[in-house]
C-alpha cells in the first residue's frame, strides 16, 4: 500500500505544525461519519528556473473557501496565511515536487444540521500523475454523475467522491484503467477525478459547466486553447459522439494531461502523438513548469 507519510512527515492543522503520525481526529466528527468536508488537490513543481512553485494556489483555495460556502461550512481562514503554510508544509518535509492537500472538515456533530465551525488539515505527498504516463483504456461507467438538483456539483466535496470510487472500482473491475460518468440525461460529463475533452476535425471540445466539477487543470487547458489558437467549443454531447473522435484525454491537477487509448474497446482514429491533446499536454507540462513553449516545436 503507498505510504503517504513517514515518522519525519510534517502536516498543518488548525494553524500548527505538528508531525503527521501524531495528529488526531476526533471520531465523533460529522466529516467521518458524513462525509461532510471538502478539500483541494493542489501540486507544486520545481520550475525551470529551480525554485519551487504551487501551481495555481489562489485558484485553488478560492474554490476551497466557495466548495464550503455552497454546502454551508464555515470558511473563516485566511487564504493567503493557507498559501504560506502550504508552502511552509513542503519546506519541512523537503520536498520539492508534491501533491498538496487542503481539507475543511467539521467538528463532532451527530445531526444533520450544517456546521457551525470547522477545521483544516493541510498534508503533502509525493505523487505521480494518478493516472498514470500510458493511454488509457476507458469505459462507459454504469454509475451517472448526482443530478445537480440533489447536490451542488461545483463543491469539491469529500462526500461525492464516493460516486467516483464506485465507478472506477467498476472500471477496474471489468480490466480497464479508468471510467466515463454520463450525466443524468445521458450526456457525457467526466471522469471520476478528472474532465474530458476530444478533438474532432481540428477542433476541441468538452462538456458545458452545469452537471460537472469546473476544473481547474481544465480551465487552464481552455486558456491553452485560446493562447495557441486551437479552436474550442463547449457543449453536451453523447457516447455516440465521442466515439467518432478524432482522440480524447482527460486532465485534472492529480493526473495531469493524460490521452485516451481507448472508449469501451474502440480505439480513437488519429495516433496520440499526432494529437492536439498531445500538443496540450506538452504545453500543460511547459506552463507548471514555467518554461517557454512554441506551438511550431510539438508533434512528433
Same mark, same amino acid.
Given at each position: 500500500?503507498?505510504?503517504?507519510?513517514?515518522?519525519?512527515?510534517?502536516?498543518?492543522?488548525?494553524?500548527?505544525?505538528?508531525?503527521?503520525?501524531?495528529?488526531?481526529?476526533?471520531?465523533?466528527?460529522?466529516?467521518?461519519?458524513?462525509?461532510?468536508?471538502?478539500?483541494?488537490?493542489?501540486?507544486?513543481?520545481?520550475?525551470?528556473?529551480?525554485?519551487?512553485?504551487?501551481?495555481?494556489?489562489?485558484?485553488?483555495?478560492?474554490?476551497?473557501?466557495?466548495?464550503?460556502?455552497?454546502?454551508?461550512?464555515?470558511?473563516?481562514?485566511?487564504?493567503?496565511?493557507?498559501?504560506?503554510?502550504?508552502?511552509?508544509?513542503?519546506?519541512?518535509?523537503?520536498?520539492?515536487?508534491?501533491?498538496?492537500?487542503?481539507?475543511?472538515?467539521?467538528?463532532?456533530?451527530?445531526?444533520?444540521?450544517?456546521?457551525?465551525?470547522?477545521?483544516?488539515?493541510?498534508?503533502?505527498?509525493?505523487?505521480?500523475?494518478?493516472?498514470?504516463?500510458?493511454?488509457?483504456?476507458?469505459?462507459?461507467?454504469?454509475?451517472? /454523475?448526482?443530478?445537480? *438538483? #440533489? !447536490?451542488?456539483? @461545483?463543491?469539491?466535496? &469529500?462526500?461525492?467522491?464516493?460516486?467516483?470510487?464506485?465507478?472506477?472500482?467498476?472500471?477496474?473491475?471489468?480490466?480497464?484503467?479508468?471510467?466515463?460518468?454520463?450525466?443524468?440525461?445521458?450526456?457525457?460529463?467526466?471522469?471520476?477525478?478528472?474532465?474530458?475533452?476530444?478533438?474532432?476535425?481540428?477542433?476541441?471540445?468538452?462538456?458545458?459547466?452545469?452537471?460537472?466539477?469546473?476544473?481547474?487543470?481544465?480551465?487552464?487547458?481552455?486558456?491553452?486553447?485560446?493562447?495557441?489558437?486551437?479552436?474550442?467549443?463547449?457543449?453536451?454531447?453523447?457516447?455516440?459522439?465521442?466515439?467518432?473522435?478524432?482522440?480524447?484525454?482527460?486532465?485534472?491537477?492529480?493526473?495531469?494531461?493524460?490521452?485516451?487509448?481507448?472508449?469501451?474497446?474502440?480505439?480513437?482514429?488519429?495516433?496520440?502523438?499526432?494529437?492536439?491533446?498531445?500538443?496540450?499536454?506538452?504545453?500543460?507540462?511547459? /506552463?507548471?513548469?514555467? *518554461? #517557454? !513553449?512554441?506551438? @511550431?516545436?510539438?508533434? &512528433?
Amino acid at each position: 500500500m503507498y505510504s503517504y507519510y513517514n515518522d519525519n512527515t510534517f502536516l498543518y492543522i488548525n494553524g500548527e505544525y505538528t508531525k503527521a503520525n501524531a495528529a488526531t481526529t476526533d471520531l465523533y466528527g460529522q466529516s467521518l461519519h458524513y462525509g461532510y468536508a471538502v478539500f483541494e488537490g493542489i501540486r507544486a513543481y520545481k520550475t525551470a528556473s529551480g525554485e519551487v512553485k504551487i501551481f495555481k494556489a489562489k485558484e485553488h483555495f478560492d474554490r476551497l473557501k466557495r466548495s464550503c460556502e455552497l454546502i454551508h461550512i464555515p470558511y473563516k481562514f485566511d487564504n493567503e496565511a493557507l498559501i504560506a503554510a502550504c508552502y511552509k508544509v513542503l519546506e519541512m518535509n523537503n520536498m520539492e515536487e508534491a501533491y498538496i492537500r487542503p481539507l475543511v472538515f467539521c467538528p463532532p456533530n451527530m445531526t444533520l444540521k450544517a456546521a457551525s465551525e470547522s477545521q483544516i488539515l493541510i498534508c503533502a505527498w509525493e505523487w505521480g500523475a494518478y493516472l498514470g504516463e500510458k493511454l488509457l483504456r476507458v469505459m462507459t461507467s454504469s454509475y451517472e /454523475r448526482p443530478n445537480p *438538483k #440533489a !447536490f451542488k456539483i @461545483e463543491s469539491k466535496s &469529500a462526500g461525492l467522491y464516493v460516486n467516483s470510487i464506485l465507478a472506477s472500482q467498476e472500471a477496474k473491475e471489468k480490466g480497464y484503467d479508468e471510467a466515463l460518468l454520463l450525466d443524468m440525461n445521458g450526456y457525457v460529463a467526466e471522469g471520476p477525478g478528472a474532465n474530458i475533452f476530444f478533438e474532432k476535425d481540428g477542433k476541441i471540445y468538452t462538456p458545458p459547466a452545469g452537471n460537472i466539477l469546473p476544473g481547474i487543470t481544465r480551465a487552464t487547458v481552455i486558456e491553452l486553447c485560446h493562447e495557441l489558437n486551437i479552436p474550442l467549443e463547449e457543449k453536451l454531447f453523447t457516447i455516440a459522439e465521442l466515439k467518432e473522435a478524432d482522440a480524447a484525454f482527460f486532465c485534472g491537477t492529480a493526473a495531469e494531461v493524460i490521452g485516451l487509448d481507448s472508449l469501451d474497446g474502440q480505439s480513437f482514429g488519429k495516433p496520440w502523438a499526432q494529437s492536439l491533446g498531445k500538443l496540450l499536454q506538452q504545453a500543460y507540462k511547459a /506552463r507548471v513548469l514555467e *518554461k #517557454a !513553449f512554441q506551438r @511550431e516545436a510539438q508533434l &512528433a
